[in-house]
């Protein structure tokens, strides 16, 4: 593989942050895909005992019994928790593999997690714009310094 001629180089604080950010989003991800079905097995297992084909509608919920159903699939199969968490193991993969993790994907994090967490500030939701800014910061480039430019040697200055 060609390594990115403007990737910059990996730095123990860039690899710091990124493997943060990698690790945030593991962790974030596999709490809520295992915390959110135990805390609502009840419904689970009336979903289980009814049958899995179909079970689940996109249909606006008329009665209480509708809106818990709905909300056992956003809470479980329809969330962020399964993407999230296979994003933080990209994220991680990639440091491992010293592939740079570009920054347009933590600003698109970043994007969606600040809306989400001004309408919604009481959540966990505060996880996925730091893992946004933990990657934009870990793919910043470093400072160029202005290098001298290499003089001529005093006899070939004359020719």
Do not use: K, Y
Not at 23 to 50: K, M, N, T, Y
Not at 92 to 111: I, Y
Request: charged fraction near 15%; hydrophobic fraction near 45%.
């Amino acid at each position: 593989m060609i390594p990115d001629e403007q990737a910059p180089l990996p730095t123990p604080r860039r690899g710091r942050l990124t493997r943060t950010a990698g690790w945030l989003g593991v962790a974030f991800g596999a709490v809520h895909c295992v915390v959110a079905p135990l805390d609502i097995r009840s419904r689970w297992s009336q979903v289980a005992s009814e049958g899995w084909w179909n079970t689940f509608t996109l249909d606006t919920p008329a009665t209480l019994a509708e809106f818990e159903r709905s909300e056992t699939f956003w809470l479980t199969l329809g969330s962020f928790g399964a993407p999230v968490l296979a994003l933080g193991c990209f994220i991680l993969w990639s440091e491992r593999h010293h592939q740079r993790v570009p920054g347009w994907l933590g600003w698109l994090l970043l994007s969606w997690g600040v809306p989400f967490v001004i309408v919604l500030p009481a959540s966990p939701g505060w996880v996925i714009p730091l893992v946004g800014a933990l990657v934009v910061l870990g793919d910043r480039r470093p400072r160029r310094t202005a290098t001298p430019r290499p003089t001529r040697p005093a006899s070939l200055a004359q020719a």
